[in-house]
């Protein structure tokens, strides 16, 4: 992408039926939804089953940390690379090379047999991720027209807010069956049909408008910044959080965040427009995003050992108590879609983590079985509206010619939230996590619970509507 030209594109206008758009646009968006829910799945579907991969492999604690952020850091660190590749040689060959790479991972990772080859596969399902989701968002905007091009990307958008959360509740399904690996495993037969289906279906493509040039370099200084300051996290937990290393790990990282933007400032064919993200309504959308993805994954990180390691639930029946958070979560964020057009964005983005850090605070102060599902329950419906609104309130007031990159930051966002709550929540439950006392689970929902609170505090301070 250009700096002025930042719609996604990458497929020549296809041709249309007498409705508008492609006359199979119904049938490759179902294909390429059933894609997107898969990348979105495996942020959270290994999450139930962390405690028989620690088990069954011999992981440490910050091995089944990284579990999580491996993929939501690959996914996150190289998802606007993938955009520019998507413009560089159009959406429908990076779609199919993205696929063909996820699946490969995942077998990969299903077959993994130590920390080692298990990253790795979770490494290489991030990679097929970047690549594959925004390619793919790209023909939706390009196959639809008009209204139903707004019907389209509501779908869209409707995967990525209960899909997480059915996520943990598939992932206890499998684990409980046919075992662990087929978390993984499942996403062969999947992403086969899909791409074979999507090779027939879509139409061939060249990509459209001036080529860019990929912006490598950023791509390696956000991505390696972002695993220094995960690694400084994970660590944490273990060193203590004033430690000097961490402190040390923590400055190269921020450093290299310097460095990015510096270099984003520089380069004719940046990675990322910062005058974008430096606008208050994208910024305070990408805060709201990193709060919501990082409170969903201290849920399910702490209520999956506590249920697992702690009561001695199986997988199948742990994954069962999730299903009221699922549902909570799709009813958070289809209510609070529709109170958008009634009610300021901001007073929505207050009440959602007011919501969920009243959630999170029940089962810290009553760790109990019961008060941990009610409490988590409450804190999804709290998180599903702040999708809903980081989504608004970044893209509500931005050109349509800016509509792609200013989704491909809050996307970005997203995974870097999941990346960051899995590390915290790891280390501030570390005694917890592999060992017998509940301690941690309580310092992990008191620390997610204050952290609901201070974005409260900061969300009604800026408000989310201004420009």
Not at 258 to 286: C, E, K, Y
Request: glycine residues 14%.
């Amino acid at each position: 992408m250009t700096d002025h030209e930042t719609e996604p594109v990458g497929a020549q206008a296809p041709p249309v039926s007498e409705s508008g758009g492609h006359p199979l646009r119904w049938r490759i968006l179902a294909l390429l939804g059933l894609a997107q829910l898969m990348l979105i799945l495996d942020v959270t579907v290994v999450a139930l089953a962390l405690p028989h991969i620690g088990e069954d492999l011999g992981l440490s604690r910050e091995a089944l940390t990284w579990t999580v952020s491996a993929y939501t850091l690959a996914f996150g660190g190289l998802m606007l690379l993938g955009g520019r590749i998507t413009d560089l040689f159009g959406a429908k060959p990076v779609v199919l090379a993205g696929l063909m790479v996820f699946v490969l991972a995942s077998l990969s990772a299903g077959l993994g047999d130590s920390a080692l080859t298990l990253l790795g596969g979770r490494i290489g399902q991030g990679v097929g991720a970047a690549l594959l989701s925004p390619a793919a968002l790209s023909l939706v905007v390009t196959l639809f027209e008009g209204a139903e091009r707004n019907r389209a990307l509501g779908v869209w958008s409707a995967l990525g807010g209960g899909g997480a959360a059915v996520g943990v509740l598939l992932g206890g399904l499998l684990t409980a069956g046919p075992g662990w690996p087929w978390v993984f495993y499942v996403n062969v037969p999947i992403g086969m049909m899909v791409a074979v289906a999507l090779t027939v279906l879509l139409p061939a493509a060249t990509p459209a408008g001036p080529r860019p040039r990929l912006d490598v370099l950023g791509a390696v200084l956000v991505t390696a910044s972002s695993a220094t300051l995960i690694y400084a996290l994970v660590g944490a937990g273990d060193r203590g959080w004033i430690d000097l290393f961490t402190a040390a790990l923590v400055g190269v990282a921020a450093l290299g965040y310097v460095g990015f933007v510096v270099w984003q400032r520089r380069t004719a064919s940046p990675l990322m427009d910062i005058g974008l993200l430096a606008r208050r309504p994208v910024a305070t959308g990408a805060f709201l995003i990193v709060m919501a993805t990082a409170l969903m994954i201290a849920v399910f990180f702490l209520g999956t050992f506590y249920f697992q390691n702690h009561r001695g639930y199986s997988a199948a029946r742990t994954g069962l108590l999730f299903l009221p958070v699922a549902i909570a979560t799709m009813a958070g964020a289809d209510l609070t879609g529709r109170a958008l057009a009634v009610i300021d964005a901001s007073r929505l983005a207050v009440l959602g983590l007011v919501v969920a850090a009243v959630g999170l605070a029940i089962p810290a102060i009553w760790l109990d079985p019961v008060p941990v599902v009610l409490g988590v329950a409450v804190a999804g419906a709290g998180t599903g509206a702040l999708f809903v609104v980081a989504s608004a309130t970044a893209l509500g007031q931005v050109a349509p010619h800016e509509a792609g990159i200013a989704s491909g930051i809050v996307s970005t966002f997203h995974e870097f939230g999941a990346s960051l709550g899995a590390a915290v929540t790891s280390s501030v439950a570390a005694a917890s996590l592999l060992g017998t006392t509940t301690a941690g689970f309580t310092r992990g929902f008191v620390t997610a619970a204050l952290t609901a609170v201070v974005a409260a505090a900061l969300a009604t301070r800026r408000g989310t509507d201004a420009v």
